[in-house]
């Protein structure tokens, strides 16, 4: 069913607010985490800005003051290093010569802590970067699912490497051991659970880490400060704050970065990636741009691929890697295909995070508003038109959905992430025009195919295979479930991630070998029986 939006009254008054829910105060953040101290910032802050504006009597609306967060220095972010560096130790601090055993008992005591601060995190969520209560409480259970499910694959994973192996008279045991002091920043769009799938493969594998929250998302880590300094030896995790100008720049000129995982731009990426004075030593783990397309043949459940392809591009506002960007839908269905898709965004409530079914809000993003307009603009003069009604209107930091239609290649929404509420879609006549954007494209994240004749699909398939690091088959683009490979080809990733997979990224395989003779086995079983390595061991972990 269509909503009837008053944009005008679509910002609440305070106390319309329900009080569960309603932010009081200014958080004054001046706390970082160094070497296992919360140390405290005296230098500048950075103002944290809420997309929920206000309204008040007279409907004039005002952003929401959130709070602030330390603006740090290259020679703040250089001490986290050094104390980074320090508990490392070249593989002989406490950290990363500590029994993989030990070690999860630590992660499983930050992740008892860490559920404790459910309610914070999650309010926190909401008001920092816009995201609904259902979608923020999603992501706080998923990212305690995810750190539970690396345990679980990182005792696999032992188990099996405690094995020996015996082959072409060799006797060995192959373990997998840190790689490190590793950098870890996360995106804005998730920036919990997306920060924790390289943040906490990196700690359990041993690894020291630097940890820079996102640019947007940033106060909610401030519950977690202090369940980060009880639940890890100093040094180990390190969280700093600030522009990245003034602090990661010195941390990866600085050479002793040995693992870089990052989450943004393919841009952003590469100019770090440039400053390292030894890049053959750095292991990277990437997240990058992506215009995922989908693709509709003629032959097609229309109904459930319309559906499909709305949470697909719209869910959290199309702030999503793995949203649909752009959809290429097939002439003969084309018109009908849009006149569905514009009922379906109708249907969609507008509205603040808390209040209930709301799935489209304010994106927090300073100038996204502005610079969506410009897409609408550009392809509106090149012939395309705003089909539904209320597309593209704004209000503030809201940004109501704009599907655009018919797009052609002339136009920037064509070829530019939009990473927002707009949906672009493309009437073609032959799939060969499909394919070839494909193959062109400088991304290569994922797709989607929508069919139901065999012949189409299993074709299409093969011809996207080596484009792209996952095809969907009739359902949206998307990362889960965690057990499977996550990847990118082109410009939109470096590096697989999943669970068991970023055990493997931020780790290295030695191995201790030895010829298969009586003396060999003597030494080693010495070594085993009379427990004088932490390497060389059978123990199994339950």
């Known amino acids: 069913m269509s909503q009837v939006i008053n944009f005008d009254a679509l ?24 070497n296992g101290e919360l140390r405290r910032w005296q230098g500048d802050l950075a103002p944290v800005t809420s997309p929920v504006h206000l309204r008040d009597d007279d409907g004039r609306c005002k952003p929401v003051i959130l709070g602030s ?11 986290a290093l050094d104390a980074a560096v320090a508990a490392y130790n070249l593989g002989h601090g406490e950290w990363p010569s500590m029994p ?39 992501e706080f259970d998923r990212t305690c699912d995810y750190i539970r499910d690396t345990i679980l694959s990182l005792k696999e994973l032992d188990r099996r490497s405690s094995r020996f192996q015996i082959e072409q008279g060799t006797l060995g045991q192959i373990r997998r051991v840190p790689m490190g002091v590793a950098l870890c920043m996360g995106p804005y769009n998730y920036p919990l659970n997306e920060t924790f799938t390289t943040l906490i493969p990196a700690l359990i594998m041993g690894n020291t880490v630097i940890f820079k929250p996102a640019k947007f998302g940033v106060l909610l880590i401030q519950p977690l400060l202090e369940v980060f300094r009880s639940c890890f030896p100093p040094g180990v995790i390190n969280v700093i704050y600030g522009r990245g100008r003034d602090t990661v720049s010195a ?4 050479g002793k970065v040995d693992v870089f995982a990052f989450i943004g731009t393919n841009k952003g990426a590469n100019d770090l990636k440039k400053l390292h004075p030894k890049p053959h030593r750095l292991r990277s783990a990437l997240g990058l741009d992506a215009k995922n397309p989908g693709v509709v043949l003629p032959e097609v459940d229309l109904e459930a691929t319309v559906k499909e392809c709305v949470a697909g591009a719209l869910s959290f506002n199309g702030q999503r890697c793995t949203a649909l960007k752009i959809l290429f839908v097939h002439e003969s269905i084309a018109d009908r295909f849009v006149s569905l898709l514009c009922e ?48 593209a209107t704004v209000r503030e930091a809201f940004f109501y959905p704009a599907v655009l239609y018919p797009v052609s290649a002339q136009m920037k929404v064509y070829r530019e992430e939009q990473f927002g509420p707009v949906v672009p879609v493309v009437p073609y006549k032959d799939i060969s025009e499909v394919i070839e954007y494909v193959r062109a494209s400088n991304f290569g994240q ?13 074709h299409l398939v093969d011809e996207f295979a080596n484009q792209v690091g996952r095809i969907n088959l009739n359902s949206q683009c998307q990362r889960g479930p965690d057990s499977f490979p996550f990847t990118g080809r082109k410009d939109s990733a470096e590096g697989t991630l999943s669970v068991d997979d970023a055990l493997r990224v931020f780790s290295i395989r030695t191995i201790v070998a030895a010829k298969y003779d009586d003396s060999s086995k003597q030494l080693i079983g010495d070594i085993i029986n009379n427990r004088e390595s932490s390497f060389l061991t059978t123990d199994f972990i339950f």
């Open 11 to 34: 910002y609440p008054r305070k106390g319309d607010i329900p009080e569960q829910f309603a932010f009081n105060g200014f958080i004054e953040q001046r706390e970082y985490l160094i």
């Open 69 to 79: 967060t330390p603006l740090l220095d290259e020679a703040a972010a250089l001490e």
């Open 100 to 138: 993989v055993a030990e070690r999860i008992r630590h992660v499983e005591n930050f992740l008892s802590k860490m559920r404790e601060q459910r309610d914070a995190v999650v309010k926190l969520l909401m008001w920092e970067i816009g995201k609904n209560l259902k979608d923020s409480e999603k």
């Open 251 to 254: 941390l990866m000129a600085s």
């Open 344 to 391: 379906q965004v109708a249907g969609l409530k507008a509205g603040m995070p808390w209040e209930p079914g709301v799935a489209l809000t304010p994106l927090p993003e300073p100038g996204k508003t502005a610079y969506l307009t410009s897409l609408v603009e550009d392809a509106q003069a090149l012939g395309a038109r705003v089909m539904n009604d209320g597309g």
């Open 446 to 458: 994922q797709l989607s195919i929508f069919g139901n004749n065999s012949q189409e699909v299993g």
